[in-house]
């Protein structure tokens, strides 16, 4: 009897971890993106795209973590102990979208990478997520530490999606099928990640993909594919699809879309050949020592900002950071740090609320909402 009794609680132990392990798998093959055959027939014909995958322009550093040091930021991230979680709700600003004309030039941060940049009269939305975690599964993975500050249905109509790469924090399968049908814009991406798009059924006629130093055109707008310094993948494959940064250059106005990148040697060419940068979106958060090549710190942000802009002319935004905890540092220490590197280099920053709208022509008031 007790034999008996063990084997059914075994067995229901097994039902309930495999209903689990199904409800935390839902929806993820088609999350995965799309098999890796027709990504490389894209892929293949670009001279960043070698030996089956893509490489960095500048070479990333062999060193890599040891299991104690794995475990160390495991434990940091599941009990906090650096405080990477806020301490209390993290604030939000009521967004200020403006259903008629774009202005000349604008940020809103809605979290992480994902911004809505008006530049001469166009508005370009950059890596949007909008789902509460940027993983395949529903139930697991990063899960967001704040809500979006807008819905997706509060968002005027834009003229540009543009994707970084296809990591889940920047390409998010829910957010991406829903702006099929909310929007007419089309989705500018690094080569491969179009695979990705059409096995979701984004219609062919809106994915423009790029190659590092491509451009395509809407209307008098040029958005231009950039070098970064990163890698790619969704699942067991890891850079079968290009990353990138962006320039967005309208008629008057140019911004720089950092997208996710390490500090790299391109930042001054790409400052040469498409700058100087009105505004820059600079990633500041998610590094370690551990992978000190593929995430910028807040100093090397301040610096890629010098890069691409005219001795530090123009507005640094941060991005990729305060959504979603990625990294062990705790959690308000990127703009910390990007405070003091800006000083000394007569950087200007705006550090917007989730949802805050910047427009570099007005007055910029310091207020460090992010001090909780």
Same mark, same amino acid.
């Given at each position: ?90 604030p ?34 950059t ?5 509460d ?14 809500? =979006?500050?807008?819905q997706?249905?509060?968002?005027? /109509? %834009?003229? +540009?999606?543009?994707?970084?790469? #296809?990591?889940?924090?920047? $390409?998010d ?66 850079n ?5 940064s ?8 140019r ?36 992978? =000190? ?7 090397? /942000? %301040?610096? +890629?900002?010098?890069?691409?802009? #005219?001795?530090?002319?123009? $507005? ?23 405070l ?32 909780l």
């Amino acid at each position: 009897m007790m034999g008996r009794a063990l084997r059914l609680a075994a067995g229901t132990a097994s039902l309930v971890a495999g209903g689990w392990l199904l409800r935390a798998l839902h929806g993820a093959p088609a999350a995965l993106g799309a098999d890796p055959s027709s990504i490389q027939a894209v892929s293949e014909g670009s001279s960043n795209y070698r030996d089956g995958v893509f490489v960095n322009l500048d070479p990333l550093s062999m060193y890599t973590l040891n299991r104690e040091e794995l475990r160390l930021i495991a434990w940091e991230l599941i009990a906090n102990r650096g405080g990477s979680r806020p301490s209390k709700s993290i604030p939000l600003a009521a967004p200020q979208i403006y259903k008629g004309d774009a202005s000349p030039l604008a940020v809103s941060w809605f979290g992480h990478s994902t911004a809505l940049v008006e530049i001469d009269g166009y508005r370009v939305l950059t890596d949007p997520v909008w789902s509460d975690r940027c993983s395949p599964s529903d139930l697991v993975g990063p899960q967001r530490l704040h809500p =979006p500050p807008v819905q997706l249905e509060g968002l005027p /109509a %834009v003229d +540009a999606v543009v994707i970084s790469h #296809d990591h889940y924090d920047h $390409l998010d399968i829910d957010t991406v099928i829903a702006l099929v049908h909310s929007q007419r814009a089309p989705f500018f991406v690094p080569l491969g990640v179009g695979a990705h798009l059409r096995s979701w059924g984004v219609p062919e006629h809106r994915i423009v993909e790029l190659d590092w130093q491509q451009s395509a055109q809407v209307d008098e707008l040029t958005i231009i594919c950039m070098p970064a310094r990163h890698f790619s993948g969704r699942f067991m494959s890891r850079n079968n699809t290009l990353w990138a940064s962006w320039a967005f250059v309208g008629p008057t106005h140019r911004a720089y879309f950092g997208g996710d990148t390490g500090y790299t040697k391109s930042f001054a060419q790409i400052g040469a050949d498409h700058g100087p940068f009105d505004v820059t979106l600079m990633p500041i958060g998610a590094y370690n020592p551990g992978w =000190p090549d593929i995430h910028m710190n807040p100093e090397e /942000a %301040v610096r +890629a900002h010098l890069d691409v802009t #005219d001795s530090g002319s123009g $507005l640094l935004v941060p991005i990729h950071w305060g959504t979603f905890r990625l990294a062990p540092h705790p959690w308000a220490e990127p703009v910390e740090r990007l405070l003091k590197a800006a000083e000394p280099n007569h950087v200007q920053l705006a550090v917007p609320l989730p949802g805050q709208r910047i427009d570099p022509s007005e007055p910029l008031r310091f207020n460090p909402w992010w001090r909780l």
